[in-house]
């Protein structure tokens, strides 16, 4: 091993001044030949003589033809490192470190080697409260016989009102749906196989008719605009990747879900715009504030590709209407961008307002199709986060064909479609548990939103979702974001319950608070009642 | 009159030095800079100039038409690029075979699958195992008895896999790669399959416009799973035959110096290992060898081992596991991929491994992985599969021995017709040399003995093109998709065709 380094170490050394020379090249061109030359028309500019060609046309032209060859140069490649500036930097750094130290030392162990710069600050500890209060609460989990003491979860939109209504389906046909036919014979071959990485056309086929049967039988699915991911997750992060390229923009209105900072952002390089909302008009989104923020970008140079819309909302649970929906297609089209419409809380629905869908919207009216895509997935209206299955359903063709190539990374393994498909099949099933479990959020949301009434805490109006939209601004201190977060510590450490608050999700007003009340049974709302008391008492 | 004057100075060579001149100059000097600035901002070049463009068709659109009607909405580049890739002949063959797959009985003239690193070889074992067992398992969460646990599979898990998975994965990485290293549970990320895996551990290691060294030739899909979504590149180290294609530490070097001077920052160099597609193993001194050359050019190393229980040789297969166990210095730079879709024949439950010792690698790759998670059902049946112990100890011999003989068989039947194989000892194919069936000695004669073959013949091979070899004629053949009975009709079908390519010699 030594000896291979004491062999490469004088190879290396005379590669610096092999590097070198084509930088001061360019200067000492005309110096090599006549040195005296080059101060020439300097000193004609510095000290103003020199006459009107050398003092002036010729350092002006000389400077024109420099820039003209920096900017050159710096389209010449222009995709191998977009955010050019501080990556490239960053790599001359570490390069010329490494190589030195392996000079230095004898023993030539170099420095720890690096990950990238991606991975580094995907890597750093969680910032966001929701995710600090989501690792609390699974670290001491609230028990009511094993840990009376252990923290409530309320930060996890996770629906556990319902399973009791899947239990009883799985352990009836959970052999059949995996084995197959009435033969009793496994067919082995549609579970361990390869199979089609953008989901079986059985499975899209009854995800398309779930998806009709939960948004109101008026509209209808084509399985073939479906493709199947791991995940409403991987879902969104697809569709990103397919709409803008790294650098450009998505105009989000706040509050939104604190996941899509991971979800649109991490790997795709795309940034987001928040479009505020505020309580005065109810967190309803407002076309004049979007065309705000995308005339803001515009200045900024940002390149705009998108509105990324929760329909139902996450956080609050208001629904677009119709009206609202008209206006972002028109405002979509003006400006010549896409729009994302999740609507994984699509059947969640408890209020007496009516769910629309924005492919229902599409289908009614001549609107170009092109630009709008819809994520859905099975977590939310089906109780199955643990099954991992969401949806992309679009209209773009080039999108279709883009996502079901991207769907290699990340899909759906075959028994769990078995399953499902199954299950989805079962149409008698699906009719009855869509209606209780719509029952049970509502009898849930009535209860948990009048315990919160007592303590004098307001939610806003809401018809959908897993949660309600609290608002304790009167319980801040301060009036800011950071009373907002010592109340959130206070719950959390004192109180023992996890909530999001309203400054993960970008709320711009402070004292909002999500509450999940989902994962709790109906004898719970006492105890998360009286631990908020106990924590607005003191 | 006013605006023309400068003009006019510059081009009738009037106006005086200040107007003729300096002005114009100063003029254009601003503008470029003025263009330049407005360039850099938005970072890459050339999508602005498209932007632009859409952007005044869709304004003036707007204004000439009353319905307001703009411009198709446009995709992002990255997208547009993978929607054209052109499939290689890899991708080609593969869905031909989807359309039109052999059957025996129902399809025999049918496309025959020669294309698709799948062993269906021990299916009968798994289905066996299914049978008796899937239902407890799932419902008992993947503990062999208890109560039903719906939470268990219902709720949200940890997306990077469910403890007990990761515990009983590394027993089974351990009893596949012959119990000498042992795996820690810990430094386990569970992925939705391999693929997802490689390019995850991409994203984690090189950033945008860096480079992986890969010896040729490589698994054709390395170019879609290293480089589509993270904007690596890929720097080919070209192997030889003469060579029995093995890696070379001089190539390694010269292609590592060649991506130095293109500006390109080498991160890392990734390796099969068994090798996809020659099927040969590196032996423990290549291996160190590689970790020096790792440590040397402080860069990582990924080490593909998903076939390392199909062995069918004599030979030891060495994981670079030992390297982690062993060496200190060089744990953070070494990350092994796995997986369960060849040692374990199901694919279809995609469940992948990134095995590591480098922390932050291992911290970026949980996160990440909420993009790649696997569903809880399948990680039930996963577990309990992998715990039955005398099942995977059974399920390895059988498989290692039915790949043993399908391997024997298959070559010495291509013998039969005069067509060589690589000696190779892992992995579910064979790299076969058919330079002699090839007319012209070039890629273009290999696409077109491809070609036939899949046309005329109806099998479907995977040219080494795809695999980026820098020899012409090599083919690389899976054959365990196949039964005994099939390879008889695979040589006869070669057969005809290699008559038809040696006649007019």
């Known amino acids: 091993m030594n000896h291979s380094r004491s062999r490469r170490n004088p190879t290396r050394e005379p590669d610096f001044p092999t590097v070198k020379p084509p930088s001061p090249g360019g200067s000492s061109s005309g110096g090599a030949g006549a040195a005296m030359r080059l101060i020439v028309p300097l000193q004609g500019v510095v000290q103003g003589r020199g006459g009107l060609i050398l003092g002036s046309i010729i350092p002006g032209a000389l400077y024109y033809f420099f820039q003209l060859y920096l900017k050159r140069c710096r389209s010449a490649k222009p995709n191998s490192n977009p955010p050019s500036p501080s990556s490239s930097s960053a790599q001359l750094a570490d390069l010329s470190r490494s190589s030195s130290r392996s000079n230095l030392s004898s023993r030539g162990s170099v420095g720890p080697v690096r990950v990238s710069a991606r991975a580094n600050s995907i890597a750093k500890p969680n910032a966001s409260p929701y995710y600090i209060g989501l690792e609390m609460a699974s670290?001491?989990?609230?028990?009511?016989?094993?840990?009376?003491?252990?923290?409530?979860?309320?930060?996890?939109?996770?629906?556990?009102?319902?399973?009791?209504?899947?239990?009883?389906?799985?352990?009836?046909?959970?052999?059949?749906?995996?084995?197959?036919?009435?033969?009793?014979?496994?067919?082995?071959?549609?579970?361990?196989?390869?199979?089609?990485?953008?989901?079986?056309?059985?499975?899209?086929?009854?995800?398309?008719?779930?998806?009709?049967?939960?948004?109101?039988t008026t509209v209808s699915f084509d399985p073939s605009r479906l493709v199947l991911t791991s995940g409403a997750t991987p879902a969104i992060e697809t569709l990103c990747f397919c709409l803008a390229d790294q650098g450009n923009a998505f105009l989000v209105p706040t509050p939104y879900y604190p996941g899509f900072d991971r979800d649109m952002k991490w790997r795709t390089g795309v940034e987001l715009i928040p479009v505020h909302c505020r309580s005065s008009d109810n967190f309803a989104l407002s076309v004049t504030a979007l065309d705000q923020a995308f005339n803001q970008a515009r200045k900024r140079g940002q390149k705009v590709r998108g509105i990324l819309i929760s329909n139902p909302s996450n956080p609050i649970g208001n629904m677009l209407n119709k009206e609202t929906l008209y206006s972002l297609l028109d405002f979509a089209r003006e400006k010549n961008i896409h729009i994302i419409s999740d609507e994984i809380f699509a059947g969640s629905t408890y209020g007496s307002e009516e769910f629309v869908s924005m492919a229902e919207i599409l289908e009614s009216e001549d609107f170009d199709k092109n630009r709008v895509h819809i994520i859905y997935g099975l977590s939310k209206d089906l109780s199955l986060p643990g099954f991992r299955v969401g949806v992309i359903y679009s209209f773009n063709t080039s999108v279709l064909a883009a996502a079901k190539k991207l769907a290699r990374f990340s899909s759906v393994s075959a028994p769990t479609q078995r399953i499902l498909i199954s299950m989805l099949s079962d149409t008698r099933f699906i009719q009855r548990y869509i209606e209780t479990t719509r029952e049970r959020i509502k009898k849930m949301y009535v209860a948990f939103a009048a315990g919160l009434k007592q303590l004098g805490i307001e939610c806003t109006k809401s018809s959908a979702g897993l949660y309600?939209?609290?608002?304790?601004?009167?319980?801040?201190?301060?009036?800011?974001?950071?009373?907002?977060?010592?109340?959130?510590?206070?719950?959390?450490?004192?109180?023992?319950?996890?909530?999001?608050?309203?400054?993960?999700?970008?709320?711009?007003?402070?004292?909002?608070?999500?509450?999940?009340?989902?994962?709790?049974?109906?004898?719970?709302?006492?105890?998360?009642i009286k631990r908020i008391q106990r924590v607005v008492e003191t | 009159m006013r605006v023309i004057v400068p003009l006019q100075g510059v081009v009738q060579g009037r106006g005086g030095l200040v107007l003729g001149s300096v002005i114009p100059c100063a003029l254009f000097y601003l503008l470029q800079l003025y263009f330049k600035r407005h360039r850099s901002e938005p970072t890459p070049p050339p999508q602005t100039l498209t932007e632009v463009s859409e952007l005044n068709r869709s304004l003036s659109r707007t204004h000439l038409s009353p319905r307001g009607s703009s411009a198709p909405a446009c995709v992002s580049t990255r997208a547009n690029s993978i929607v054209k890739s052109s499939d290689s002949p890899f991708y080609v063959g593969l869905k031909r075979v989807s359309e039109d797959p052999y059957d025996e009985l129902s399809n025999p003239e049918g496309v025959i699958q020669l294309g698709l690193a799948e062993n269906k070889l021990s299916l009968d074992l798994a289905r066996d195992w299914l049978a008796e067992t899937a239902k407890d398992s799932i419902l008992s969460g993947g503990g062999s008895s208890g109560p039903l646990s719906m939470a268990g599979i219902a709720n949200y898990q940890a997306s990077d896999g469910l403890v007990e998975l990761k515990v009983a994965v590394a027993g089974f990485m351990s009893q596949v790669m012959e119990r000498s290293i042992s795996f820690n549970p810990s430094q386990i990320v569970l992925t939705a399959g391999a693929t997802p895996a490689i390019e995850?551990?991409?994203?984690?290691?090189?950033?945008?416009?860096?480079?992986?060294?890969?010896?040729?030739?490589?698994?054709?899909?390395?170019?879609?799973?290293?480089?589509?979504?993270?904007?690596?590149?890929?720097?080919?180290?070209?192997?030889?035959?003469?060579?029995?294609?093995?890696?070379?530490?001089?190539?390694?070097?010269?292609?590592?110096?060649?991506?130095?001077?293109?500006?390109?920052?080498?991160?890392?160099?990734?390796?099969?290992?068994?090798?996809?597609?020659?099927?040969?193993?590196?032996?423990?001194?290549?291996?160190?060898?590689?970790?020096?050359?790792?440590?040397?050019?402080?860069?990582?190393?990924?080490?593909?081992?998903?076939?390392?229980?199909?062995?069918?040789?004599?030979?030891?297969?060495?994981?670079?596991?030992?390297?982690?166990?062993?060496?200190?210095?060089?744990?953070?730079?070494?990350?092994?991929?796995?997986?369960?879709?060849?040692?374990?024949?199901?694919?279809?439950?995609?469940?992948?491994?990134?095995?590591?010792?480098?922390?932050?690698?291992?911290?970026?790759?949980?996160?990440?992985?909420?993009?790649?998670?696997?569903?809880?059902?399948?990680?039930?049946?996963v577990i309990s599969m992998l715990s039955d112990i005398r099942f995977i100890q059974k399920f390895i011999q059988t498989n290692r021995e039915r790949l043993q003989r399908m391997y024997t068989k298959f070559v010495a039947g291509l013998k039969q017709l005069g067509i060589e194989c690589m000696r190779s000892s892992g992995g579910f194919y064979c790299w076969a040399d058919m330079r002699g069936l090839i007319r012209s000695y070039s890629e273009k004669g290999e696409l077109e003995l491809w070609n036939k073959l899949l046309n005329i013949a109806k099998i479907n091979v995977t040219p080494g093109s795809s695999c980026h070899c820098i020899e012409p004629g090599w083919f690389h053949c899976c054959f365990t998709t196949l039964t005994e009975q099939d390879i008889s009709v695979v040589m006869e079908r070669i057969r005809k065709v290699s008559e038809t390519c040696k006649s007019p010699r």
């Open chain 1, 468 to 528: 309600c939209w609290a608002d304790m601004s009167g319980l801040i201190r301060p009036y800011n974001e950071k009373g907002e977060l010592e109340l959130w510590d206070k719950l959390l450490k004192i109180g023992k319950i996890n909530i999001t608050p309203g400054s993960a999700c970008h709320c711009i007003e402070p004292g909002w608070f999500r509450c999940c009340f989902t994962m709790l049974a109906e004898e719970d709302i006492p105890v998360v």
């Open chain 2, 200 to 381: 995850i551990l991409s994203f984690c290691l090189a950033d945008t416009g860096n480079a992986f060294l890969v010896p040729t030739p490589y698994y054709p899909s390395f170019d879609r799973d290293l480089k589509w979504r993270t904007g690596v590149e890929i720097i080919p180290v070209p192997c030889r035959s003469a060579d029995n294609f093995n890696l070379s530490i001089s190539a390694l070097d010269l292609a590592f110096d060649q991506g130095k001077k293109r500006g390109l920052k080498v991160r890392g160099i990734v390796i099969s290992n068994p090798s996809n597609p020659v099927g040969n193993l590196l032996n423990r001194e290549t291996i160190y060898t590689l970790v020096d050359f790792a440590r040397e050019k402080n860069i990582h190393i990924i080490s593909n081992e998903i076939f390392a229980g199909s062995t069918h040789g004599s030979e030891e297969f060495v994981s670079m596991a030992e390297i982690i166990d062993s060496e200190d210095l060089d744990r953070d730079r070494v990350h092994i991929v796995y997986g369960l879709s060849k040692d374990l024949c199901l694919p279809g439950f995609k469940v992948g491994v990134i095995y590591s010792s480098n922390e932050n690698v291992l911290a970026a790759a949980k996160k990440l992985s909420r993009f790649s998670s696997i569903s809880a059902p399948t990680q039930c049946l």
């Open chain 1, 139 to 216: 670290e001491d989990p609230y028990d009511r016989f094993d840990n009376p003491d252990g923290i409530m979860q309320l930060g996890l939109s996770e629906n556990r009102l319902s399973l009791d209504l899947i239990e009883t389906w799985i352990l009836e046909n959970l052999e059949r749906s995996m084995i197959g036919g009435a033969d009793g014979h496994l067919n082995i071959s549609g579970i361990a196989t390869y199979q089609p990485l953008d989901g079986m056309m059985e499975m899209k086929i009854a995800v398309a008719g779930f998806m009709s049967q939960v948004m109101g």
